[in-house]
């Protein structure tokens, strides 16, 4: 089980300074979509050549062009790139094609999607390395989460490795943990507290232990 950290609501500057005091204990660092819409492709590059023993997730939330996309956030230097699940099948098969001419891998996002497991279980035969179930902002907002949706495509992922994000807070955890995702993504749960370091070194800490 990994833990990845999921960065949202900073600048590449800000991005770097909070990587920096818990880059020992996280597998994966996301550039947030919002990041990149604010900052481009420019913060992934900028966060691979700064901490280029880290994996490098660019959360790009793809819904069409889906080779030409990866090809993109692959020169940038990401490791993984997000794709929607709500999108084409032929958009996925574009992103998995273009994602292993270079060896990176394809997450997809369930996220909005209405018939979880179903729509796992097709995605993960398309060939993709990681399916995560996510519940957004707007979802945590109503007090959603995303615990039930990983144990549906638990039942029904058979290639693909199982990701969970959203809400994810040190008193969640071993909730998250007993459902056995592959990797564990965490925003506000590190970088809301007051000693990142700390929350950091106690979630990885839980997460070796699965």
Request: proline share 2%; charged share 25%; net charge negative.
């Amino acid at each position: 089980m990994k833990l990845q950290l999921a960065l949202d609501l900073v600048d590449i500057a800000g991005a770097k300074e909070i990587v920096s005091e818990v880059a020992g204990f996280i597998d994966i660092v996301e550039i947030g979509t919002p990041i990149v819409i604010n900052e481009g492709l420019h913060a992934v590059k900028a966060i691979k050549e700064a901490f280029p023993s880290l994996t490098v997730l660019a959360d790009l939330k793809i819904m069409d062009a889906g080779g030409y996309e990866v090809m993109k956030a692959a020169e940038a230097g990401a490791d993984i790139v997000t794709v929607l699940g709500v999108s084409d099948d032929s958009t996925i098969k574009g992103a998995v094609e273009e994602a292993g001419k270079s060896g990176r891998k394809i997450l997809v996002d369930l996220i909005n999607v209405k018939d979880i497991a179903s729509r796992a279980a097709e995605v993960d035969a398309l060939g993709v390395d990681y399916i995560c179930v996510h519940s957004g902002y707007d979802h945590q907002a109503e007090g959603k989460n995303s615990f039930a949706d990983l144990r549906a495509i638990k039942g029904v992922v058979k290639r693909a490795k199982t990701a969970v994000a959203g809400g994810i807070k040190l008193g969640t955890l071993p909730e998250v943990i007993a459902a056995g995702p592959d990797l564990v993504i965490v925003g506000g749960g590190i970088t809301g507290e007051s000693d990142q370091k700390a929350a950091a070194a106690e979630m990885k800490r839980l997460v070796g232990q699965a």
